[in-house]
């Protein structure tokens, strides 16, 4: 193992004799060492040096190896470090409550040396990769948070120049006006791939709270047909909705979000996607415990390459709608995170029309959790 970077070992036995050879062992390598010989020692020298690994004897007077390494995972400073089980104990049991206990590896006494410092070296390499790569991300976030600041300047000033044209005669000409809304199209359209990032990235750092509540899924499909109405009539869709429940179906959910995140985004994508004069169904009911929404169009459907990959934000899904309307290509997974933060569950059956000419379309299946009176709000 390459040793540029000392890594720092903290080995805990109450015997001095196993900590000796232990420690000559690990020493041989390159490696720096700290001791401990009971389990509160351990517990203070890790809080202290933040060791880059622990190798633990399970049975030591006092608190046990199992404690030790729970004590461990409670600290958020700690609970990265890999924890080793040392033990001559070598039941099934045993190796399960080692790694119940928050344990990467669990090492019979007595132990071969090779061995031992191969599944060291192992831990210590996996842990630097873990390290890397949470620098990588923290610096892709950041570059994302310039990024979308940064764009958003640009745009909100080519929004203004739009605004300033509309005042100008020849705006007006049918030719100019044309032209002029291709632009704000596109604007439209890079402001809401910017949201989307931004949401996205919320969601994954946990800077977005999700609080669930009670949220009638009548509310949600009115406010959802109302937002698209002008839409639809311009290609001349029918929206057709209906909601099996007796006084109203309520889901765990957060309202916003349900409506403007994953609805309103369904619904977009079904009209993007839906011939002129054709129907859309947007429809609800009881299943258990459960509420089963879909929305079905009868579109042009979904290809299998693209299905395969709808929820993945690292792969491209965009493309055109029956009438040349853009997406973002991000809406997808975006409704996936939503749903799976409110418990619930997706799914999507699709045909597409090269595949199926006489029958196709697509169908998003959501089963989110029915409100019962009695629960109470969470936060995820």
């Known amino acids: 193992m390459n040793q540029e970077r000392k890594y720092t ?56 190896g199992y404690e030790v390494c729970r004590r461990l995972k409670e600290q958020e400073k700690l609970t990265e470090i890999p924890v080793l089980f040392l033990s001559a104990q070598t039941t099934a049991d045993d190796k399960v409550r080692g790694f119940q206990a928050g344990g990467v590896d669990y090492i019979i006494k007595p132990f071969d040396h090779e061995e031992l410092l191969a599944r060291v070296g192992t831990h210590l390499a996996l842990k630097s990769a873990r390290e890397a790569l949470k620098v990588k991300n923290e610096e892709i976030e950041s570059l994302l948070h310039v990024l979308a600041h940064d764009l958003m300047n640009p745009i909100s000033a080519t929004c203004g120049f739009i605004r300033l044209a509309e005042r ?41 709270r999700v609080e669930l509540s009670p949220v009638k899924l009548d509310d949600v499909f009115s406010t959802a047909g109302a937002l698209f109405k002008n839409r639809m009539e311009e290609k001349e869709i029918h929206l057709d909705t209906s909601i099996n ?125 029915i409100f019962q009176p009695g629960d109470e709000e969470i936060r995820t």
């Open 9 to 64: 070992i903290l080995v805990v036995d109450d015997d001095p004799i196993n900590i000796d050879v232990i420690a000559g062992v690990l020493k041989s390598r390159g490696y720096r060492v700290l001791q401990a010989m009971n389990g509160e020692r351990a517990v203070s020298i890790a809080d202290r040096a933040l060791p880059d690994l622990v190798l633990l004897d399970v049975q030591m007077p006092g608190i046990d």
């Open 168 to 208: 100008i005669p020849a705006y007006h000409d049918r030719k100019n006006r044309m032209y002029w809304e291709m632009v704000s199209g596109t604007v439209r359209q890079m402001e809401d791939i910017i949201e989307h990032v931004r949401q996205f990235r919320a969601l994954d750092s946990g800077k977005t």
């Open 245 to 369: 429940g007796t006084g109203g179906l309520f889901v765990l959910a957060e309202p916003v979000s349900l409506t403007h995140n994953v609805i309103n985004n369904l619904l977009s994508n079904a009209i993007k996607f839906s011939h002129r004069r054709s129907v859309i169904s947007m429809r609800a009911k009881s299943e258990g415990s459960r509420a089963h929404i879909w929305i079905q169009d009868h579109g042009i459907g979904i290809p299998g390459v693209l299905l395969d990959r709808i929820f993945r934000p690292d792969k491209p899904t965009t493309r055109p709608g029956t009438e040349n309307e853009c997406g973002t290509g991000f809406g997808m997974p975006l409704v996936k995170k939503y749903v799976d933060y409110f418990g619930g569950t997706i799914r999507i059956e699709s045909n597409d029309i090269d595949d199926s000419a006489d029958d196709h379309g697509t169908t998003v299946h959501i089963y989110l959790k």
